[in-house]
């Protein structure tokens, strides 16, 4: 009797990649040239309009820059033991023994419901559903999707070739396993639950934290009073014109944003144990990049204009 072989089935790219991509290129432009007006802004409302406008547009980005990443490495893994599940840093193994059935969405009597996250590339999230209870969305479109049920927990996904899909698991539940996987569940949550109980990654987030609120706290009760100052130099060394006082608060936010970049890089790393020590190094760099805008803030209010 022939064994089935792991096969892997990778979600459509394409068109997830094209919004992804898309959207975080006009947001990327959108944001600079907000700062950059936000620079050559006076006090008033325009200057609060244009740091807003940059704050929503680089808000989005490190999620975009995560559902990418999900979409690139993505995909279900169908063996004659288990079936993989994997979005991102989500990972389900289930044992093929435990898989109820597997078939296609669009047989359901009743439709189903989308969940919140529903973008091109990344269809996310939990719906319940009156005939099949909770369902968890991991697939790439809303179109063509392929259920798998289990007794606890039915997952949604998005196959490139569903119809093949379905016949490699009919043919290997056929064969039956040779030695069933034990079940796993990774969330993305568990990632920070784990991180946080080492002590040194929890002294960094909290210090690269605690410097950043203060940094903010301090920039926004100095600069309602501050004049002029220079925000740099020139390529002469010879500082740069004097511009509002209140532009100093670009200083803690552009700090924030490096700070959780940081932190969502480190965390990627973490989950591979080979790869820890790439991860604290993040962090670490992160506290420090705040430490130095902290002191960059300070030699900027005591240097005159």
């Given at each position: 009797m022939a064994r089935v072989k792991?096969?892997?089935?990778?979600?459509?790219?394409?068109?997830?990649?094209?919004?992804?991509?898309?959207?975080?290129?006009?947001?990327?432009?959108?944001?600079?040239?907000?700062?950059?007006?936000a620079f050559e802004s006076d006090v008033g409302i325009r200057l609060t309009l244009y740091i807003l406008l940059a704050a929503l547009a680089a808000f989005p980005l490190p999620f975009l820059a995560y559902w990418g990443w999900s979409l690139l490495t993505g995909g279900y893994t169908l063996s004659r033991d288990s079936l993989r599940l994997r979005?991102?840093?989500?990972?389900?193994?289930i044992p093929l023994s435990d898989v109820e059935w597997v078939r296609a969405a669009g047989d359901l009597a009743?439709?189903?419901?989308?969940?919140?996250?529903?973008?091109?590339?990344?269809?996310l999230g939990f719906r319940r559903h009156t005939d099949l209870g909770m369902v968890e969305?991991?697939?790439?479109?809303?179109?063509?999707?392929?259920?798998?049920?289990?007794?606890?927990?039915?997952?949604?996904i998005s196959p490139e070739e569903p119809a093949t899909f379905v016949q490699e698991f009919a043919r290997a539940v056929e064969l039956g396993s040779l030695s069933p996987a034990p079940k796993t569940s990774i969330y993305p949550t568990f990632i920070v639950v784990e991180a946080w109980g080492n002590?040194?990654?929890?002294?960094?987030?909290?210090?690269?934290?605690?410097?950043?609120?203060?940094?903010?706290?301090?920039?926004?009760?100095?600069?309602?009073?501050?004049?002029?100052?220079?925000?740099?130099?020139a390529p002469d060394g010879s500082p740069l014109a004097p511009s509002p006082g209140v532009q100093i608060i670009i200083l803690p936010l552009v700090s924030i944003l490096f700070f959780l970049t940081g932190w969502l890089a480190g965390l990627f790393f973490y989950r591979r144990?080979?790869?820890?020590?790439?991860?604290?190094?993040?962090?670490?760099?992160?506290?420090?990049?705040?430490?130095?805008?902290?002191?960059?803030?300070?030699?900027?209010?005591?240097t005159p204009a």
């Amino acid at each position: 009797m022939a064994r089935v072989k792991s096969s892997h089935y990778p979600p459509p790219r394409s068109r997830g990649l094209a919004f992804q991509l898309g959207a975080g290129f006009f947001l990327t432009t959108v944001a600079a040239l907000a700062t950059w007006q936000a620079f050559e802004s006076d006090v008033g409302i325009r200057l609060t309009l244009y740091i807003l406008l940059a704050a929503l547009a680089a808000f989005p980005l490190p999620f975009l820059a995560y559902w990418g990443w999900s979409l690139l490495t993505g995909g279900y893994t169908l063996s004659r033991d288990s079936l993989r599940l994997r979005w991102g840093l989500r990972v389900e193994e289930i044992p093929l023994s435990d898989v109820e059935w597997v078939r296609a969405a669009g047989d359901l009597a009743t439709p189903l419901d989308f969940p919140w996250i529903r973008l091109p590339g990344a269809v996310l999230g939990f719906r319940r559903h009156t005939d099949l209870g909770m369902v968890e969305y991991m697939a790439a479109q809303p179109r063509d999707l392929l259920l798998v049920a289990t007794a606890k927990r039915t997952f949604a996904i998005s196959p490139e070739e569903p119809a093949t899909f379905v016949q490699e698991f009919a043919r290997a539940v056929e064969l039956g396993s040779l030695s069933p996987a034990p079940k796993t569940s990774i969330y993305p949550t568990f990632i920070v639950v784990e991180a946080w109980g080492n002590p040194l990654a929890r002294y960094l987030w909290l210090a690269g934290l605690l410097l950043n609120i203060g940094l903010l706290a301090w920039t926004s009760l100095q600069a309602p009073g501050l004049g002029n100052i220079s925000l740099g130099y020139a390529p002469d060394g010879s500082p740069l014109a004097p511009s509002p006082g209140v532009q100093i608060i670009i200083l803690p936010l552009v700090s924030i944003l490096f700070f959780l970049t940081g932190w969502l890089a480190g965390l990627f790393f973490y989950r591979r144990p080979n790869e820890q020590t790439l991860a604290f190094i993040i962090w670490g760099s992160g506290t420090l990049t705040s430490v130095l805008f902290l002191i960059s803030t300070l030699f900027i209010l005591t240097t005159p204009a």
